[in-house]
């Protein structure tokens, strides 16, 4: 349960104000069709976040567990102060399809998920974790939780939430948790 918690609270935190939240305000305003474009963002999300999951797995398979301890503690740090810049989405990133709003949602999204923080962030959780599915559950649920209200609410709700804030709290949050972390280390 830690895993999947831990998991949904930083990729919703880290979520906020990130450029696959800002896709998802563009789509929506672009295509129009919520409910396709929320199942091409889970679709997206689960896919992207079990290969980046099974990778994390899979490096920590390889690692010894301090080396693995101080690594995912770094990392979460670093996360922590990637978070505070704000991610930007020029107009060229979004991609338009003829294959209706879900089929273009599900490319856009996993294409810009890629090396982004919450991906990379899946990674680590997934490394940090002995429990593959509840990471990829977690992470896949605070995409969701960030951006559904995105997809539904659009332009109005991010007027109107102070992003500043929430991304220095998930800052925060993985800072808070990459010290944890090393704080373990050696234990």
Do not use: Y
């Amino acid at each position: 349960m830690d895993a999947f918690l831990t998991s949904t609270l930083l990729v919703a935190l880290a979520e906020i104000g990130d450029k696959t939240q800002l896709l998802s305000f563009v789509l929506a305003a672009r295509l129009r069709r919520p409910w396709a474009i929320v199942a091409g963002i889970f679709v997206a999300t689960l896919a992207n976040h079990a290969l980046a999951g099974s990778l994390g797995a899979w490096i920590a398979s390889l690692l010894s567990p301090d080396v693995l301890r101080w690594s995912v503690g770094i990392l979460f740090i670093a996360f922590g102060l990637w978070t505070l810049k704000p991610d930007t989405l020029d107009d060229d990133d979004t991609p338009t399809s003829h294959g209706g709003a879900f089929v273009t949602t599900l490319v856009a999204f996993f294409i810009a998920e890629m090396g982004d923080k919450t991906q990379f962030a899946t990674v680590a959780l997934a490394a940090r974790f002995d429990a593959l599915a509840a990471v990829v559950t977690g992470t896949t649920v605070g995409m969701l939780l960030a951006n559904v209200p995105a997809v539904l609410i659009g332009e109005k709700l991010a007027k109107k939430l102070p992003l500043d804030w929430i991304r220095r709290l998930a800052a925060l949050v993985f800072i808070l948790t990459g010290g944890a972390t090393l704080l373990t280390a050696g234990a």
